[in-house]
């Protein structure tokens, strides 16, 4: 088999990857202890005996750490997020309905009082006939 001559840069390892990571340097030398074992750089129980941890809790680690690469890779829904239907967001909405309702009902009553003032004679008319005084007759006295 011929030797392949590898073009392009170096692979970065596990620490240079790790210590990219925005994070505090003791998270991240825990990170490394529990990838190696991973990569092939060291065995289960020297892992083990770095982070002081028993094996059964150092898969917990391990599936925790590779669980959260691969939610952070896995595709994510397009778009802005819902916002989330509070109480509070509830009362603004209703409250915002309240208040175009009001500002109609003013609308309707500048209308009404405009027609009122252009038009007077017809009101006026309207009083008239509703107002229209009692005719008494009086007995006129001999003379």
């Known amino acids: 088999m011929e030797d392949t001559i590898m ?3 170096y692979p970065a390892g596990l620490d240079e990857c790790i210590e990219e990571l925005d994070g505090e340097s003791t998270y991240k030398q825990r990170l490394e202890t529990i990838l190696k074992p991973v990569c092939g750089v ?3 129980f020297e892992s083990c005996d770095a982070l002081n941890v028993g094996e059964t809790r150092y898969r917990q680690l391990r599936r925790q750490a590779l669980q959260g690469a691969l939610e952070a890779i896995m595709p994510k829904r397009r778009g802005r997020r819902r916002k989330a239907n509070t109480a509070e967001a509830q009362r603004i909405r209703e409250l915002e309905q309240l208040l175009a309702e009001k ?4 609308q309707q009553a500048l209308v009404r009082e405009e027609v009122a003032l252009i038009l007077p004679r017809r009101a006026a008319a309207e009083e008239k006939k ?3 005084p009692s005719v008494k ?3 006129q006295k001999p003379r």
């Open 7 to 9: 073009r392009g840069r």
């Open 42 to 44: 060291c065995r289960l």
């Open 103 to 106: 500002e109609l009902q003013l």
């Open 130 to 132: 509703t107002q229209r």
């Open 137 to 139: 007759l009086r007995k």
